[in-house]
């Protein structure tokens, strides 16, 4: 469980300067990358859904005692990464979501982390993945092991958790503050690398084109330069939905939480 509470270091009071982190969630149709996004924003569980939102929820969240802007993009690809510069470029790490009742999700979340890979490669900018292997309560329909989860992880370098949209909001919410951690540490590394917001305007310099090398023949880096702004997540152009805290979460300090573009929450 993280330890996210607690008293405040010296100097990071409310008034200190939110650390901004983007995160994406990223996977194949069905794996829970919405369950877990709207279980971390609200600690509960949606059954409903519809696939077909795309949608970046912004939360000021408190991790180790720091104060964050943490925006989420859930995305939604259909079967495979598509138009993929709208997040490879935009988020600070990644979380790549299967189900481990799903072998199919199982082999998108290896193309997920072989796309990051290669940008990574491309662009010599490495930017933290979080592998998950959600519907963890699921367990007795597995088709991937664990041990199957921590080799993927392990060839990509990256940290692994099963988890389970529906079973306790802590390992969820732990799970997001790990990747804001893992975000940060790249951030302290290379403070002048930020991510690329790009305009019709504006072409990316020796941006070489990345072909279907890896099987990814829908991701076509080389249309940067001429992405519109509308396809990025603009939270100004979004709707604000507020959402009062419950009364469960009343013995804790509600983060503040905005959603964007209005998520279904029953
Ligand atoms: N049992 C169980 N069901 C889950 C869990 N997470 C998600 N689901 C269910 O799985 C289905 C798909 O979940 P979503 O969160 O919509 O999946 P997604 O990855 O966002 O899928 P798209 O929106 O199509 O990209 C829904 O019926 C969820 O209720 C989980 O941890 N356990």
């Not at 996004?37 to 939102?53: A, G, H, M, Q, W």
């Not at 690809?77 to 009742?101: K, Q």
């Not at 699921?138 to 041990?147: D, N």
């Amino acid at each position: 469980m993280s330890s996210v509470f607690g008293k405040p270091r010296a100097g990071s009071g409310p008034q200190s300067t939110p650390l901004e982190v983007n995160l994406a969630i990223l996977g194949r149709r069905g794996a829970g990358k919405s369950a877990l996004t709207v279980k971390f924003l609200t600690k509960r569980f949606i059954s409903e859904y519809d696939p077909n939102l795309e949608d970046t929820y912004s939360s000021e969240e408190t991790v180790d005692h720091q104060p964050v802007h943490l925006r989420v993009m859930d995305t939604a690809d259909l079967d495979t990464p598509r138009n993929c510069e709208r997040y490879l470029n935009w988020a600070h790490a990644f979380l790549v979501v299967y189900s481990v009742d799903s072998r199919q999700s199982f082999d998108s979340s290896s193309s997920y982390l072989e796309l990051l890979a290669l940008h990574a490669k491309e662009t010599q900018r490495s930017v933290p993945a979080l592998l998950l292997g959600n519907k963890l309560d699921m367990a007795q329909y597995r088709q991937v092991t664990k041990a199957e989860g921590v080799a993927l992880a392990g060839r990509f370098g990256c940290l692994f958790f099963e988890v389970s949209a529906c079973l306790d909001f802590e390992h969820v919410q732990h799970v997001f503050h790990e990747a804001v951690r893992e975000a940060r540490r790249e951030l302290e590394k290379s403070p002048l690398t930020r991510p690329l917001f790009i305009s019709e305007e504006r072409a990316l310099p020796h941006q070489a084109p990345l072909t279907a090398r890896h099987g990814l023949a829908s991701c076509t880096f080389n249309t940067l330069s001429t992405v519109s702004l509308k396809e990025m997540p603009t939270v100004a152009q979004a709707k604000l939905v507020t959402v009062k805290s419950s009364r469960a979460q009343s013995k804790r300090k509600a983060p503040t939480l905005t959603l964007l573009k209005g998520f279904k929450i029953f």
